[in-house]
């Protein structure tokens, strides 16, 4: 091979989309004061719930009026209980824009049997919400995790709508700006923007939302996992920190320390600028490459964290086998630990890009993606 490797290398090599790079200098240390072994119900148990929800409120900027709870199965768990408790009570738009925002779709259109209008775009692009009816209640992505594309703003969602507006923002939490007085129920996991360990979701409902809960009642069978009522009248409980099953409370110390850090380096805002010198790190990059490029075909909605990138090198023969080849070898040379594209997604590589991520791993990573891209042309010319 012609190409000299490079001197520089990332210090942490992990740029998985989900579960995500720990915060920088984890350790399990950090840990320490877990109570593990006690119950959830503890009074130990309680407060560090309580702290939980507390601190998200606080680093997110959730307004003092919505509730945050805590629930089973991670995002899934979170957006399959505002599915399946406040969908039905009027018309439903479903907007999908990459694999995950079709699953929402399947399980509206084919589980819950919903007539649904249905906006679809293609990966690397994004649906027009203009043509969306905000009366109708709305169910879309944040950011789309597997096309590296997201809702620029909220400017299109009316302050005066009559549907609710239900967001999945997974790996937008944390590391986007998401306007709450224009969604209704958000919900992410602990594992994507502040890496925390998986399994666990997090539920974030408007007053208007609470009022849905408490005046529909769905036509389907909810459940025990999914129920947040009672009589007619929201659990309040679920968003105190009375979870509806048992949580591990190793993974509740893991993301109050990650909560701590986003606190220390300022909050909100220190978090949605580390993400975007990470993203603007890649994009530098490529910017002056005719054999790479952005899968997000606007530089308006592209995103932030999961910034997915497509060869374009018309030497190229197999798109697929090749870009499989490129993360293979990142990850042989020890440089880049699951940076393929996702497997619904076109061919290509996913590089995170979120705010537990250092910039320096970014910018040393791009040199690397060059040197392993020349190899496989070069591979690829010998077997011809």
Not at 12 to 26: D, T
Not at 374 to 381: G, K, L, N, P, R
Request: glycine fraction near 8%.
């Amino acid at each position: 091979m012609g190409k000299t490797a490079p001197a520089a290398r990332p210090a942490n090599p992990r740029f998985s989309s989900g579960p995500c790079a720990k915060i920088p200098n984890f350790s399990l240390d950090m840990l320490a004061d877990a109570p593990l072994g006690r119950s959830h119900r503890a009074a130990i148990g309680k407060a560090k719930l309580a702290e939980a929800i507390d601190l998200t409120r606080e680093v997110l900027g959730v307004p003092a009026d919505y509730r945050i709870g805590i629930v089973p199965a991670s995002d899934t768990g979170a957006v399959e209980m505002a599915l399946w408790s406040l969908l039905g009570a009027r018309k439903v738009e479903m907007l999908a824009w990459e694999s995950f925002g079709e699953g929402w779709v399947t399980d509206v259109v084919k589980q819950l049997k919903l007539d649904a209008v249905v906006r679809k775009a293609d990966y690397g692009k994004i649906v027009d919400f203009a043509q969306v009816d905000f009366d109708n209640d709305v169910v879309f992505t944040w950011n789309g995790t597997t096309s590296g594309v997201r809702v620029p703003n909220g400017d299109a969602i009316p302050a005066n709508r009559a549907g609710l507006t239900i967001c999945d923002a997974t790996s937008a939490a944390f590391a986007m700006d998401l306007p709450f007085d224009k969604l209704d129920v958000v919900t992410f996991s602990w594992q994507k923007v502040l890496g925390g360990e998986g399994a666990h979701g997090v539920l974030i409902l408007s007053p208007r939302a609470v009022e849905r809960l408490e005046t529909h009642t769905p036509a389907w069978p909810l459940p025990k996992i999914f129920r947040m009522t009672k009589g007619g009248k929201l659990i309040e409980g679920i968003f105190k920190g009375e979870t509806i099953n048992t949580p591990s409370m190793l993974c509740v110390e893991d993301y109050l320390v990650a909560l701590k850090w986003a606190q220390s380096l300022g909050g909100r805002q220190a978090l949605v600028a580390r993400a975007a010198a990470n993203a603007k790190a890649v994009r530098d990059f490529i910017a002056g490459r005719d054999w790479i490029a952005d899968l997000a075909e606007d530089p308006a909605t592209a995103s932030t964290t999961s910034v997915c990138l497509k060869f374009t090198d018309p030497r190229i023969k197999d798109g697929a086998a090749f870009a499989k080849a490129v993360a293979k070898r990142l990850e042989k040379e020890g440089v880049a630990l699951d940076a393929g594209a996702y497997r619904d997604a076109p061919p290509g590589l996913r590089i995170w890009c979120g705010s537990t991520v250092e910039t320096a791993d970014v910018a040393a990573l791009m040199p690397w993606i060059e040197y392993a891209f020349e190899a496989e042309i070069e591979a690829q010319a010998e077997v011809a």
